[in-house]
């Protein structure tokens, strides 16, 4: 297969940031945020996507969706970073159709229809301590009657505060990970939201005893694998739309701003460095699309790939937010121009499903050394 | 369309039944590469490797079956390379008139420049070398002065070219002159000539790696028939230009120099494993970890760049990009491979270094990153070219 977007993927590409450049540009997450908005997203849009066909994009057209894979989610992500859009399409249309693909019939007729739609939001509780380690994972979930009952708390959970169905990762028995289904309005679940730095929420849940039916375990240890790769891969594409958003910003300035006479993207000094992070972001892209092509054929060399593809977009767009900032130079420092929000994007999904050293590590055991 | 699946499985028989088993070894350095040739000296297995791979035409496996290659699709040669991966077998055969000048012949060559050369390219009968820096002609290359005058039917060639690789054991070059001094790019040609033509005179230049892989090369009233013009007169740039993409994609597949993996398997010699069964030195571990993930990004840039040159998609100064990311990956590479061995690889003339291999291959990547374009120079073709800022 080879290594760029057929033309039907190109095609969702289109779609994807024609709306989102009219809906829901930069300006439309600054406006959200200068409003106070307390949600940390906007309903109405993601009803748009649904009405785009957008949300169900890895659902399974059994189930309502359109059956496609990582690659085509990818390509809404990355216009969705270039566009700073507040949305759950990540939490919700990539981690959770892949964490509810092998639910019960009951479980998914309820919620896919709702996530096709727009009208639900899902999102992933994984992370425990400040840094992203599933290995460590404590939350338990001990078989209760038929079902379990889960004891743990979590952070980081985006869109926690508002979100309708949580896939929480939890340990069965002191044993294997296993993700389960569960309602945050239910008894046992307390839920506190935090803003983060670049105005999105995430919350903090505490589980105590909550008590779930057999069936509210959507998948085990595979589906936890394959929920982790959903989010880091989709995550690295998100990534990949930041950079890339930033840094076409920052090339239009570079063309346009007059120093000593000249456009300043005439310096040597400035057009080696934003050559050289071209080439990274261009790596990092490439990485993260041979992830996606692998994961959605099944093919085993997937791991390292999503492994190299979050490491690699996230060191790529790191360095992209910085350059902008400094390239833009006075201007980039306030907040009246946009091109900072695209920095404080870069360190919230930096973060997400484990940053560059967390999968340089795993890459590192995976060789053998 | 071709079923590749079908392809893909008679090609692993073949290669199975055909590649010995000494050519499914990894190449210990770059002495273990087949460069072909009048004066080639080649194991028996080799040798065998070599013809039986070129019988096939699968040597240059994409190039016409009419010049000695195997008429394979892009989609079937990518699997052809895969599977000569998944076996460990080893490239039949590396040489510039594959991997330089054999696409300029296809490209701008007329059919008896094409018959003539591309087939002894395809079976490593002839080793080309390049003719194109000079000593007042570096990264400023379309300055160059080595003057080719018409006279009759022949051209009379005079002057010096540097940093000729392998001059000195190659059997013909293809080599940038001035025609013209009217315009600077549209003043020079492309020609081609035999180095065994009177006049013609090698000095290999000893580098801080203590080889030699290139040469001074002097032309003393050189005598070249008028039909090894390739291309118009005075158009040679285009030929030229064309050539250096290729040229910067070949260097660039040195990023692909074995993988980060292999980094970290030195290093376990040196160092050891902690009780988790990690490189028992936290900080050389993390260096080598990140280095992996540049590598492995790098492998798929590089792979997404061919694809899309293949499917005339692509930039062609992505070429340039790609040979400034390859080089400079490999030269990490190197500085890491030389911390990972540590004192041991120091050695500059051992017969447990292999002649001081690991040091002197760390040396000669320094040229990485300079020969074919410096990094400086490529990085002002991707700014200008691929990013448009101003200054073109």
Same mark, same amino acid.
């Given at each position: 297969?080879?290594?760029?977007?057929?033309?039907?993927?190109?095609?969702?590409?289109?779609?994807?940031?024609?709306?989102?450049?009219?809906?829901?540009?930069?300006?439309?997450?600054?406006?959200?945020?200068?409003?106070?908005?307390?949600?940390?997203?906007?309903?109405?849009?993601?009803?748009?996507?649904?009405?785009?066909?957008?949300?169900?994009?890895?659902?399974?057209?059994?189930?309502?969706?359109?059956?496609?894979?990582?690659?085509?989610?990818?390509?809404?992500?990355?216009?969705?970073?270039?566009?700073?859009?507040?949305?759950?399409?990540?939490?919700?249309?990539?981690?959770?159709?892949?964490?509810?693909?092998?639910?019960?019939?009951?479980?998914?007729?309820?919620?896919?229809?709702?996530?096709?739609?727009?009208?639900?939001?899902?999102?992933?509780?994984?992370?425990?301590?400040?840094?992203?380690?599933?290995?460590?994972?404590?939350?338990?979930?001990?078989?209760?009657?038929?079902?379990?009952?889960?004891?743990?708390?979590?952070?980081?959970?985006?869109?926690?505060?508002?979100?309708?169905?949580?896939?929480?990762?939890?340990?069965?028995?002191?044993?294997?990970?296993?993700?389960?289904?569960?309602?945050?309005?239910?008894?046992?679940?307390?839920?506190?939201?935090?803003?983060?730095?670049?105005?999105?929420?995430?919350?903090?849940?505490?589980?105590?005893?909550?008590?779930?039916?057999?069936?509210?375990?959507?998948?085990?240890?595979?589906?936890?694998?394959?929920?982790?790769?959903?989010?880091?891969?989709?995550?690295?594409?998100?990534?990949?739309?930041?950079?890339?958003?930033?840094?076409?910003?920052?090339?239009?300035?570079?063309?346009?701003?007059?120093?000593?006479?000249?456009?300043?993207?005439?310096?040597?000094?400035?057009?080696?460095?934003?050559?050289?992070?071209?080439?990274?972001?261009?790596?990092?892209?490439?990485?993260?699309?041979?992830?996606?092509?692998?994961?959605?054929?099944?093919?085993?060399?997937?791991?390292?790939?999503?492994?190299?593809?979050?490491?690699?977009?996230?060191?790529?767009?790191?360095?992209?937010?910085?350059?902008?900032?400094?390239?833009?130079?006075?201007?980039?420092?306030?907040?009246?121009?946009?091109?900072?929000?695209?920095?404080?994007?870069?360190?919230?999904?930096?973060?997400?499903?484990?940053?560059?050293?967390?999968?340089?590590?795993?890459?590192?055991?995976?060789?053998?050394? | 369309?071709?079923?590749?699946?079908?392809?893909?499985?008679?090609?692993?028989?073949?290669?199975?039944?055909?590649?010995?088993?000494?050519?499914?070894?990894?190449?210990?350095?770059?002495?273990?590469?087949?460069?072909?040739?009048?004066?080639?000296?080649?194991?028996?297995?080799?040798?065998?490797?070599?013809?039986?791979?070129?019988?096939?035409?699968?040597?240059?496996?994409?190039?016409?079956?009419?010049?000695?290659?195997?008429?394979?699709?892009?989609?079937?040669?990518?699997?052809?390379?895969?599977?000569?991966?998944?076996?460990?077998?080893?490239?039949?055969?590396?040489?510039?008139?594959?991997?330089?000048?054999?696409?300029?012949?296809?490209?701008?060559?007329?059919?008896?420049?094409?018959?003539?050369?591309?087939?002894?390219?395809?079976?490593?009968?002839?080793?080309?070398?390049?003719?194109?820096?000079?000593?007042?002609?570096?990264?400023?290359?379309?300055?160059?002065?080595?003057?080719?005058?018409?006279?009759?039917?022949?051209?009379?060639?005079?002057?010096?070219?540097?940093?000729?690789?392998?001059?000195?054991?190659?059997?013909?070059?293809?080599?940038?002159?001035?025609?013209?001094?009217?315009?600077?790019?549209?003043?020079?040609?492309?020609?081609?000539?035999?180095?065994?033509?009177?006049?013609?005179?090698?000095?290999?230049?000893?580098?801080?790696?203590?080889?030699?892989?290139?040469?001074?090369?002097?032309?003393?009233?050189?005598?070249?028939?008028?039909?090894?013009?390739?291309? &118009?007169?005075? %158009? $040679?740039?285009?030929? =030229?230009?064309?050539? *250096?993409?290729?040229?910067?994609?070949? /260097?660039? #597949?040195?990023?692909?120099?074995?993988?980060?993996?292999?980094?970290?398997?030195?290093?376990?010699?040196?160092?050891?494993?902690?009780?988790?069964?990690?490189?028992?030195?936290?900080?050389?571990?993390?260096?080598?970890?990140?280095?992996?993930?540049?590598?492995?990004?790098?492998?798929?840039?590089?792979?997404?760049?061919?694809?899309?040159?293949?499917?005339?998609?692509?930039?062609?100064?992505?070429?340039?990009?790609?040979?400034?990311?390859?080089?400079?990956?490999?030269?990490?590479?190197?500085?890491?491979?030389?911390?990972?061995?540590?004192?041991?690889?120091?050695?500059?003339?051992? &017969?447990?270094? %292999? $002649?001081?291999?690991? =040091?002197?291959?760390? *040396?000669?990547?320094?040229?990485?990153? /300079?020969? #074919?374009?410096?990094?400086?120079?490529?990085?002002?073709?991707?700014?200008?070219?691929?990013?448009?800022?101003?200054?073109?």
């Amino acid at each position: 297969m080879p290594l760029y977007l057929t033309d039907e993927q190109a095609m969702v590409a289109d779609t994807a940031r024609g709306f989102l450049a009219d809906n829901a540009p930069v300006a439309h997450a600054r406006a959200l945020r200068d409003a106070g908005d307390s949600a940390g997203l906007s309903r109405p849009l993601w009803r748009q996507l649904g009405e785009l066909g957008l949300n169900g994009i890895m659902i399974p057209e059994a189930d309502g969706g359109l059956g496609l894979g990582h690659v085509e989610a990818g390509v809404v992500l990355e216009e969705i970073g270039r566009n700073l859009t507040p949305s759950p399409f990540l939490q919700t249309a990539v981690a959770g159709a892949t964490a509810l693909r092998g639910a019960a019939p009951e479980l998914r007729e309820r919620w896919f229809p709702r996530m096709v739609a727009g009208e639900a939001v899902v999102s992933l509780a994984l992370d425990e301590g400040a840094r992203h380690r599933p290995d460590a994972i404590a939350c338990r979930a001990e078989r209760s009657g038929n079902g379990f009952r889960l004891t743990g708390a979590k952070r980081f959970v985006a869109h926690g505060h508002v979100v309708d169905l949580l896939i929480v990762v939890a340990r069965v028995d002191d044993a294997g990970l296993a993700l389960f289904a569960v309602d945050p309005g239910q008894p046992g679940v307390t839920r506190a939201a935090e803003r983060l730095v670049d105005s999105s929420f995430a919350a903090t849940i505490a589980l105590d005893g909550v008590e779930v039916d057999g069936d509210a375990m959507v998948g085990g240890a595979d589906a936890v694998g394959a929920t982790l790769a959903a989010v880091r891969t989709g995550a690295a594409a998100e990534l990949n739309g930041v950079a890339a958003g930033a840094t076409a910003m920052t090339l239009d300035y570079l063309r346009t701003r007059k120093q000593f006479g000249q456009e300043i993207g005439r310096f040597q000094a400035l057009q080696h460095r934003a050559a050289h992070l071209h080439s990274e972001l261009t790596a990092a892209r490439a990485a993260t699309l041979k992830a996606q092509q692998l994961l959605d054929a099944g093919d085993a060399r997937a791991e390292r790939a999503v492994a190299v593809a979050k490491a690699a977009a996230t060191l790529a767009t790191t360095l992209a937010v910085q350059e902008a900032v400094q390239m833009h130079g006075g201007i980039g420092m306030t907040d009246e121009h946009d091109i900072g929000l695209f920095m404080k994007r870069a360190r919230v999904l930096a973060e997400l499903g484990g940053d560059a050293d967390f999968h340089a590590d795993a890459l590192a055991r995976l060789s053998g050394y | 369309m071709v079923d590749l699946s079908a392809f893909r499985q008679e090609a692993r028989a073949w290669l199975e039944a055909n590649c010995p088993p000494a050519m499914r070894q990894p190449l210990r350095s770059e002495k273990d590469v087949v460069w072909g040739g009048r004066n080639a000296v080649l194991t028996d297995d080799q040798r065998l490797w070599l013809d039986r791979m070129a019988s096939r035409g699968w040597t240059v496996p994409e190039w016409p079956v009419a010049y000695g290659g195997g008429g394979l699709s892009p989609e079937e040669a990518k699997v052809l390379k895969e599977e000569m991966r998944a076996l460990g077998c080893r490239s039949p055969l590396d040489s510039f008139g594959i991997s330089m000048l054999g696409p300029a012949l296809l490209k701008f060559g007329n059919e008896d420049q094409k018959r003539e050369h591309l087939p002894k390219i395809a079976r490593g009968e002839i080793r080309w070398c390049q003719g194109y820096s000079e000593p007042g002609a570096g990264s400023d290359l379309a300055g160059l002065q080595t003057r080719a005058v018409l006279d009759g039917d022949r051209f009379i060639v005079n002057g010096q070219k540097v940093w000729t690789s392998y001059a000195d054991q190659a059997d013909w070059i293809f080599c940038l002159v001035r025609t013209s001094t009217e315009s600077k790019q549209g003043g020079i040609s492309f020609l081609l000539f035999d180095m065994a033509s009177p006049g013609v005179s090698t000095k290999p230049i000893l580098l801080i790696s203590g080889s030699s892989p290139f040469c001074e090369t002097f032309f003393d009233d050189v005598s070249v028939p008028k039909e090894n013009l390739v291309g &118009e007169l005075n %158009r $040679g740039w285009d030929v =030229a230009k064309y050539l *250096l993409g290729h040229e910067r994609e070949m /260097i660039s #597949g040195m990023g692909l120099g074995g993988s980060g993996a292999s980094i970290g398997r030195r290093a376990l010699q040196t160092v050891g494993v902690d009780d988790q069964g990690r490189l028992d030195d936290p900080l050389l571990r993390a260096r080598i970890a990140h280095h992996e993930v540049r590598a492995e990004a790098f492998s798929a840039m590089l792979e997404g760049f061919i694809d899309e040159l293949k499917a005339g998609r692509g930039h062609p100064a992505g070429a340039s990009m790609v040979k400034y990311h390859g080089t400079e990956l490999n030269k990490a590479r190197h500085e890491l491979l030389m911390s990972a061995g540590g004192s041991d690889v120091l050695e500059w003339e051992s &017969e447990a270094t %292999r $002649g001081g291999a690991p =040091a002197r291959d760390w *040396l000669r990547t320094k040229g990485n990153s /300079i020969e #074919g374009g410096t990094s400086e120079i490529q990085l002002g073709i991707v700014a200008k070219h691929l990013l448009r800022l101003p200054g073109a």
